[in-house]
């Protein structure tokens, strides 16, 4: 399974948007994000929230590149970064280097 972290904003996703309704807390962003990455296959990990509030960051796990497009559509997600747990990295290390 792979993750990504995403900067999400929690402001301009029409799923974010419909989901939220008047309530922009961040515990209902919390719980829409939660939802849409959910509907979409995948897995949110974690979000913190960059000090202005429009923007959070995001990790969720994806088990397919599908999913990955899917939520990065789904909340018009950017800056995204995907990245290695210790023991992933540790298994690519094994393998050797490349030719």
Known sequence: MA????????????KLRDCLGEDTSSG??????EAIVA?????????????????????????????KH???FDLE???VVDVLSGEERSDLQL????P
């Open 3 to 14: 993750w990504s972290w995403v900067r999400v904003s929690t402001r301009t996703s029409p």
């Open 28 to 33: 209902k962003i919390r719980d829409c994000v």
């Open 39 to 67: 509907a979409a296959g995948g897995r949110m990990d974690d979000l913190t929230f960059e000090v202005n509030g429009r923007f959070a960051r995001m990790k969720f796990f994806w088990e397919n590149v599908q999913v």
């Open 70 to 72: 899917a939520v990065i």
């Open 77 to 79: 997600a950017d800056h």
């Open 95 to 98: 393998r050797g280097p490349h």
